[in-house]
């Protein structure tokens, strides 16, 4: 496994947020954690970024135990992540944006050989590369959120509910990039949602986070069947 989170507790001032959640991602697959607001999606994120300190559990990225590593030097590590509201710079020009997140990588890389392979990807960036971000529109601040996390070509990427605030249009369009970029760029991919019919659709497997536990578990086509998930996130 990719990513192996197990047992993990985590609390705000003795309020447990996140308890004794276990959940493992594969490479090349794309899973996701659906949850209804509070549920403790972005706390699971967090902590799997080093953001907040877990009270208990582990959490294994890539062979290694980096449940205490530091933040900075979890930054160092092939993980990214796609933060809740986009959090574009913007005053920045989305190229600038693009380029902060190449920001210290290691001197091998490639960045303009990224920088053509992100446009290929998501050609509304190429063409409004030297406009202010703050001029997008939601939906090509959340393009650029995710190719601001991908420019560093990472291993795994997390997304945290990229459909918020978002047009039905445009969650289409965004959760057809992600799949795109697992299925055909076989990007691994982490993806915590609200919106269960849109990432129960794109992903391979999925988790139900309740009141921050797991309360089902299983493939995404089986979720997307089971009664008790169609009447709570379905609405069916
Ligand atoms: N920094 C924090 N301090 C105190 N409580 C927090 C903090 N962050 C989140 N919480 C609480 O933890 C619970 C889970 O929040 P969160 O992880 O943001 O859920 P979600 O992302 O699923 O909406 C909520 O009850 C929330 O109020
Ligand atoms: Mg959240």
């Known amino acids: 496994m990719l990513l192996e989170v197990s047992d993990l507790f985590v609390s705000y001032g003795g309020v447990e947020a996140v308890s004794q959640v276990s959940f493992s991602v594969g490479e090349g697959e794309l899973v996701s954690i659906i949850g209804a607001n509070g549920a403790g999606k972005t ?11 877990p009270s208990r559990g582990a959490i294994r ?11 900075h030097l979890r930054a160092r590590s092939r993980m990214r992540i796609v ?6 710079f913007a005053h920045l020009t989305v190229l600038e944006n693009l380029l902060v997140g ?30 202010l971000a703050r001029t997008l529109s939601g ?6 959120s995710i190719a601001r996390a991908l420019i560093s070509d990472p291993k795994l990427l997390l997304v945290d509910e990229i459909s918020m605030g978002l047009m039905p249009k445009l969650v289409e ?7 795109d970029l697992n299925r055909r760029h076989g990007l691994t991919i982490l993806l915590v949602e ?3 019919l849109a990432s129960l659709k794109i992903a391979n497997r999925g988790y139900v986070l309740e009141a921050g536990r ?23």
């Open 43 to 53: 706390s699971i994120l967090n902590a799997v970024m080093g953001l907040v300190p």
């Open 61 to 71: 990225f890539d062979g290694s135990d980096i449940t205490r590593l530091a933040s």
């Open 83 to 88: 933060p809740e509201r986009a959090h574009v």
């Open 102 to 131: 190449a920001y210290g990588l290691r001197k091998s890389m490639d960045v303009q050989q990224r920088l053509r392979s992100l446009y290929e990807f998501f050609p509304v960036l190429e063409e409004r590369s030297s406009q």
């Open 139 to 144: 939906g090509e601040q959340q393009q650029l």
């Open 173 to 179: 369009t965004v959760f057809q990039a992600l799949h």
């Open 194 to 196: 609200q919106n269960a």
């Open 214 to 236: 797991i309360a089902l578990e299983g493939d995404a086509a089986d979720l997307m069947r089971d009664a008790g998930v169609r009447e709570a996130y379905l609405g069916i």
